[in-house]
Nanobody
Framework: QVQLVESGGGLVQAGGSLRLSCAASGRTFSSYTMGWFRQAPGKEREFVAAISWSGGRTYYSDSVKGRFTISRDNAKNTVYLQMNSLKPEDTAVYYC????????????????WGQGTQVTVSS
C-alpha cells in the first residue's frame, strides 16, 4: 500500500515557475514507477510526465516537454515536478500516481493516487 500526498501548487503568472512535490509513504517507494497527471475543469485527466523506479528514464507529454522536469529522490520517498515557463493552459489539478510496472500514459493503469494540488496560471 502506498499513500501519496502532493504539495506545492498555487497561483502563478504566465512565464513563472512552480515545483510540485509528492511524498509517498511506505518502504517500497523505490520500486514504483511514478507519474504526474493533470485534470482541468470539464476535461479528462491527462498524462504529464513519468519516471522509472531508478530515475533513469523519464517521459513527457508533448505539451510540457522542454518546460517541465520530473525527478525523484528515493531516499526521501519523494517525486518532484519542476514546472517552468508556465502557461494559462497548464491550469489544472495536478495528481501524482504510482504503479509497479513500466511507465504508461494511461491513468487507469496506475494503482495509487494522491488527492491532487491546484495549479493556476494567470495571463
Amino acid at each position: 500500500q502506498v499513500q501519496l500526498v502532493e504539495s506545492g501548487g498555487g497561483l502563478v503568472q504566465a512565464g513563472g515557475s512552480l515545483r510540485l512535490s509528492c511524498a509517498a509513504s511506505g518502504r517500497t517507494f523505490s520500486s514504483y514507477t511514478m507519474g504526474w497527471f493533470r485534470q482541468a475543469p470539464g476535461k479528462e485527466r491527462e498524462f504529464v510526465a513519468a519516471i522509472s523506479w531508478s530515475g533513469g528514464r523519464t517521459y513527457y507529454s508533448d505539451s510540457v516537454k522542454g518546460r517541465f522536469t520530473i525527478s525523484r529522490d528515493n531516499a526521501k520517498n519523494t517525486v518532484y515536478l519542476q514546472m517552468n515557463s508556465l502557461k494559462p493552459e497548464d491550469t489544472a489539478v495536478y495528481y501524482c500516481a504510482a504503479r509497479r510496472l513500466e511507465a504508461r500514459t494511461i491513468p487507469d493503469v496506475y494503482d495509487y493516487w494522491g488527492q491532487g494540488t491546484q495549479v493556476t496560471v494567470s495571463s
